[in-house]
């Protein structure tokens, strides 16, 4: 399905930057990868992508600094040649009620949430400029689209993603290139193992799928997004949430 196309997926040695980046290598992409840290955790990741006969590399990066990630960019494209999907994964959450957030706390989310993927895209656009193609694909939240009590910079930062999504789609469609965004529910990683029991069950209770989601259900998206079965579709807002926000 992706066979000779390269993907970039930032966040992509764990959780469900991993799941995505992995669908893809086995849909045939070869994947350059962007973390913030090294160690055997993002090497075991990064061999296991390319144990699907693809070619898979590391790349670390801080997307909060915008010249690092020009530099990484620049390495990748000289890699790979150019690149075909973008998927904007990397994120992180600094929760507490507006008035127990610090100034960092706000800083921190928004760098990395949307001023991450702002400067990540920006790197790589002008290739797929040249190439009159390309895909990319921001993994905004739903709490970006109905907010959610204690993560005020966490839902701004995604709803800026899904802004940034559409304004992208509109500069670029014209050159071939697609921007889409992805919004996640619960989705069963690391942070949401993390819930204490009873609200993890009041949780699924809540949802009309009666379960949370898996890493898979988000790639499985994703991967629709970056081929050409939605070549038509660009600028939307695809929620994967068993039904959270209906």
Same mark, same amino acid.
């Given at each position: 399905?992706?066979?000779?196309?390269?993907?970039?997926?930032?966040?992509?040695?764990?959780?469900?930057?991993?799941?995505?980046?992995?669908?893809?290598?086995?849909?045939?992409?070869?994947?350059? @990868?962007? $973390?913030?840290?090294?160690?055997?955790?993002?090497?075991? !990741?990064? &061999?296991?992508? #390319? %144990? /699907?006969? @693809?070619? $898979?590399?590391l790349y670390l990066c801080d997307i909060?600094? !915008?010249? &690092?990630?020009? #530099? %990484? /960019?620049?390495?990748?494209?000289?890699?790979?040649?150019?690149?075909?999907?973008?998927?904007?994964?990397?994120?992180?959450?600094?929760?507490?009620?507006?008035?127990?957030?610090?100034?960092?706390?706000?800083?921190?989310?928004?760098?990395?949430?949307?001023?991450?993927?702002?400067?990540?895209?920006?790197?790589?656009?002008?290739?797929?400029?040249?190439?009159?193609?390309?895909?990319?694909?921001?993994?905004?939240?739903?709490?970006?689209?109905?907010?959610?009590?204690?993560?005020?910079?966490?839902?701004?930062?995604?709803?800026?993603?899904?802004?940034?999504?559409?304004?992208?789609?509109?500069?670029?469609?014209?050159?071939?290139?697609?921007?889409?965004?992805?919004?996640?529910?619960?989705?069963?990683?690391?942070?949401t193992a993390a819930l204490p029991e009873?609200?993890?069950?009041?949780?699924?209770?809540?949802?009309?799928?009666?379960?949370?989601?898996?890493?898979?259900?988000?790639?499985?998206?994703?991967?629709?997004?970056?081929?050409?079965?939605?070549?038509?579709?660009?600028?939307?807002?695809?929620?994967?949430?068993?039904?959270?926000?209906?």
């Amino acid at each position: 399905m992706l066979q000779a196309k390269t993907a970039v997926v930032t966040g992509g040695t764990r959780g469900i930057g991993f799941a995505i980046a992995k669908k893809l290598a086995g849909n045939g992409a070869n994947v350059a @990868v962007i $973390a913030t840290r090294a160690g055997e955790a993002a090497d075991r !990741a990064v &061999a296991e992508l #390319a %144990a /699907a006969g @693809v070619t $898979a590399k590391l790349y670390l990066c801080d997307i909060r600094n !915008a010249e &690092a990630v020009d #530099a %990484a /960019a620049a390495e990748i494209l000289a890699d790979f040649g150019s690149v075909d999907v973008l998927v904007n994964n990397a994120g992180i959450t600094r929760d507490n009620i507006l008035p127990g957030l610090s100034a960092e706390d706000i800083d921190d989310v928004i760098d990395v949430d949307l001023k991450g993927a702002i400067f990540v895209t920006r790197a790589f656009v002008r290739s797929m400029m040249r190439k009159r193609s390309g895909s990319i694909i921001n993994i905004s939240s739903v709490v970006g689209l109905m907010g959610n009590r204690g993560q005020a910079n966490y839902a701004a930062a995604k709803a800026g993603l899904i802004g940034f999504t559409k304004t992208i789609a509109k500069e670029y469609g014209g050159r071939g290139i697609r921007c889409n965004a992805v919004a996640p529910g619960y989705i069963a990683t690391e942070m949401t193992a993390a819930l204490p029991e009873e609200a993890r069950e009041q949780l699924v209770k809540s949802l009309p799928l009666g379960r949370l989601g898996d890493p898979d259900d988000v790639a499985d998206t994703v991967l629709f997004l970056a081929g050409d079965a939605s070549r038509y579709i660009t600028g939307e807002v695809i929620k994967v949430d068993g039904g959270m926000y209906v």
